[in-house]
Antibody, heavy 121, light 105 residues
Framework: EVQLVESGGGLVQPGGSLRLSCEVS????????MTWVRQAPGKGLEWVAN????????WYVDSAKGRFTISRDNAKNSLYLQMISLRVEDTAVYYC??????????????WGQGTTVTVSS | QMTQSPSSLSASVGDRVTITCRAS??????VNWYQHKPGKAPRLLIN???TLQSGVPSRFRGSRSGTDFTLTISSLQPEDFATYYC?????????FGQGTKLEIK
């Protein structure tokens, strides 16, 4: 069964850090771009970052640049999102997702259940 | 940039509804459509503007006219009431539209 399982969410103070993980199973991880998407309370989906199969190419939404780092460990079938300098507006449910297509440009067909990040004092 | 409309829509079971996304530049057919229900993961319905994903009912249809992309749901079913998003995957970052909340009239 194809599965993505996120972990690492929680409550953190503004300015703090958090590292999200996404463990995948049931498919060949090294064949897919991977993406993080978030949804803040009462808001729509926001694409956050993606990473190429070998980790050599990464893209970020402007609000994440310089603060978030996406990475992957292909030996562990795991995707990560390191977040520093967290802001209240980073409060959201964070999803990891599998991208379709060699270049990751045909949508995200498998999603995790999400992990909740709350940034509050 | 993807501009999605309407932001909300009330309809009845059996109705036909249309949701539109307009791209700010030519993006070929690199548009995907998702359904999202509260407390659940988003679901990919259509990719490449018009390719229906496996297991998605045929009442969902995607189309393109230039830089305008449309999701049509013919004959709404109770399980279709959700929020729908378009997404462009032509240029990173792969942005979503603002979403359309489809509610029961």
């Amino acid at each position: 069964e194809v599965q993505l399982v996120e972990s690492g969410g929680g409550l953190v103070q503004p300015g703090g850090s958090l590292r999200l993980s996404c463990e995948v199973s049931g498919f060949t991880f090294t064949k897919h771009w991977m993406t993080w998407v978030r949804q803040a309370p009462g808001k729509g989906l926001e694409w956050v970052a993606n990473i190429k199969q070998d980790g050599t190419e990464k893209w970020y939404v402007d609000s994440a640049k310089g603060r978030f780092t996406i990475s992957r460990d292909n030996a562990k079938n795991s995707l990560y999102l390191q977040m520093i300098s967290l802001r209240v507006e980073d409060t959201a449910v964070y999803y990891c997702a599998r991208d379709l297509g060699e270049s990751g440009d045909f949508g995200m067909d498998v999603w995790g259940q999400g992990t909740t990040v709350t940034v509050s004092s | 940039q993807m501009t999605q409309s309407p932001s909300s829509l009330s309809a009845s079971v059996g109705d036909r509804v249309t949701i539109t996304c307009r791209a700010s530049q030519s993006i070929s057919t690199y548009v995907n459509w998702y359904q999202h229900k509260p407390g659940k993961a988003p679901r990919l319905l259509i990719n490449a503007a018009s390719t229906l994903q496996s297991g998605v009912p045929s009442r969902f249809r995607g189309s393109r006219s230039g830089t305008d992309f449309t999701l049509t749901i013919s004959s709404l079913q109770p399980e279709d009431f959700a929020t729908y998003y378009c997404q462009q995957s032509y240029n990173n970052p792969y942005t979503f539209g603002q979403g359309t909340k489809l509610e029961i009239k």
